[in-house]
């Protein structure tokens, strides 16, 4: 009886130890984390559990990979933790960690891409983004990428994300093209976005898109060239950056297919990837007799019925460029 007695006793007592640790391990699932401000970690493509752990100690996350493995398997969570990058906010306890990991809450970056980039500046920008992956084989053709700004994750593919941009641009003429005002001097979606690439480059701001559209369309009824220096930087420069100095005679008088003041009509493709609203103004230009525009010293344009109102303009505009 003795001897059973003590086995009685000692399992309670055994009992009772493995409660309190059981109490305190949960208890620790929920304490306060070690870390003392927001960190960004990034567990790599494949990581395991075990590799997860590790990582996790070592940038300070968790106190112990043992721990937070066994939480895992306590919580039910083991198999569903998943590898990512992942910011930890100040403090975080174990169980908010694996939380996070098996919701994959990870890190959501994003990248603007503005109106008026060509798609070789774009495709720059992309390559030179360490959190994205793999390569890009070619420039897209001109004027078949939307700016605008985009979400992705680390480890993202460069190419899945400029193919993103095409169908964005492809959904946004889905609905604007077959909504656009009567009469224009339209061909075709791509004509379209051509026109729109210029008055991309060509306005100071939203706002007087739809009178530069109204210009070029009034050019184009009257069979006058359309005359954008944009188009002949364009062409020198062949959409890889700025031109570095300011346009020359020479350069408005140099054969190029892009050179609206040496061609009749639009150019031949895009001269960069416009945005929403120039390709609303592209589609409902102003209604005006203007046939010309100069910039007004102030960010935008003034506008001109004929030539001479035009020179007016130009020679007020010179000695503003003169007088700053």
Same mark, same amino acid.
């Given at each position: 009886?003795?001897?059973?007695? $003590?086995?009685?006793?000692?399992? *309670?007592?055994?009992?009772?130890?493995?409660?309190? /640790? =059981?109490?305190?391990?949960?208890?620790?699932?929920?304490?306060?984390?070690?870390?003392?401000?927001?960190?960004?970690?990034?567990?790599?493509?494949?990581?395991?559990?075990?590799?997860?752990?590790?990582?996790?100690?070592?940038?300070?996350?968790?106190?112990?990979?043992?721990?937070?493995?066994?939480? /895992?398997?306590?919580?039910?969570?083991?198999?569903?933790?998943?590898?990512?990058?992942?910011?930890?906010?100040?403090?975080?306890?174990?169980?908010?960690?694996?939380? !996070?990991?098996?919701? *994959?809450? =990870? =890190?959501?970056?994003?990248?603007? #891409?503005?109106?008026?980039?060509?798609?070789?500046?774009?495709?720059?920008?992309?390559?030179?983004?360490?959190?994205?992956? &793999?390569? #890009?084989?070619?420039?897209?053709?001109?004027?078949?990428?939307?700016?605008?700004?985009?979400?992705?994750?680390? &480890?993202?593919?460069?190419?899945?994300?400029?193919?993103?941009?095409?169908? !964005?641009? @492809?959904?946004? +003429?889905?609905?604007?093209?077959?909504?656009?005002?009567?009469?224009?001097?339209?061909?075709?979606?791509?004509?379209?976005?051509?026109?729109?690439?210029? #008055?991309?480059?060509?306005? $100071?701001?939203?706002?007087?898109?739809?009178?530069?559209?109204?210009?070029?369309?009034?050019?184009?009824?009257?069979?006058?060239? +359309?005359?954008?220096?944009?188009?002949? #930087?364009? &062409?020198?420069?062949?959409?890889?950056? /700025?031109?570095?100095? /300011?346009?020359?005679?020479?350069?408005?008088? !140099?054969?190029?297919?892009?050179?609206?003041? =040496?061609?009749?009509?639009?150019?031949?493709?895009?001269?960069?990837?416009?945005?929403?609203?120039?390709? +609303? %103004?592209?589609?409902?230009?102003?209604?005006? %007799?203007?046939?010309?525009?100069?910039?007004?010293?102030?960010?935008?344009?003034?506008?001109?019925?004929?030539? @001479?109102?035009?020179?007016?303009?130009?020679?007020?505009?010179?000695?503003? @460029?003169?007088?700053?």
């Amino acid at each position: 009886m003795r001897a059973f007695a $003590g086995i009685a006793l000692l399992a *309670g007592g055994l009992a009772a130890v493995a409660a309190i /640790a =059981v109490w305190a391990f949960i208890r620790e699932l929920d304490r306060p984390g070690p870390l003392a401000r927001e960190t960004v970690v990034l567990l790599e493509p494949g990581s395991g559990a075990r590799a997860i752990a590790a990582r996790l100690e070592k940038a300070g996350v968790v106190r112990n990979a043992v721990l937070f493995r066994l939480g /895992a398997r306590y919580l039910g969570r083991a198999r569903a933790l998943r590898p990512g990058e992942y910011a930890f906010a100040p403090a975080i306890s174990l169980r908010g960690v694996i939380a !996070k990991l098996a919701d *994959g809450d =990870v =890190v959501v970056r994003r990248i603007t #891409i503005p109106e008026g980039r060509t798609s070789y500046q774009i495709v720059q920008a992309l390559r030179t983004t360490d959190a994205l992956s &793999g390569e #890009i084989a070619e420039i897209p053709p001109e004027g078949s990428l939307f700016p605008t700004t985009y979400f992705y994750t680390y &480890g993202a593919s460069r190419a899945a994300l400029l193919e993103r941009m095409r169908r !964005k641009m @492809k959904a946004v +003429l889905d609905e604007l093209y077959p909504a656009r005002a009567e009469g224009l001097a339209l061909k075709n979606r791509q004509e379209a976005v051509i026109m729109a690439s210029l #008055i991309q480059m060509e306005a $100071g701001n939203e706002a007087e898109m739809p009178v530069i559209a109204s210009v070029f369309y009034n050019r184009l009824k009257r069979g006058m060239r +359309l005359q954008s220096d944009p188009t002949v #930087i364009y &062409g020198l420069t062949g959409g890889r950056g /700025a031109l570095g100095r /300011a346009l020359l005679s020479r350069d408005l008088r !140099k054969p190029m297919p892009h050179n609206t003041y =040496v061609i009749a009509g639009l150019p031949p493709t895009p001269i960069t990837n416009p945005g929403r609203a120039a390709l +609303l %103004a592209a589609l409902h230009p102003a209604r005006t %007799a203007y046939l010309y525009f100069v910039a007004d010293g102030n960010g935008g344009h003034v506008f001109a019925r004929n030539l @001479k109102e035009h020179n007016r303009n130009v020679r007020k505009w010179r000695r503003l @460029k003169k007088a700053g």
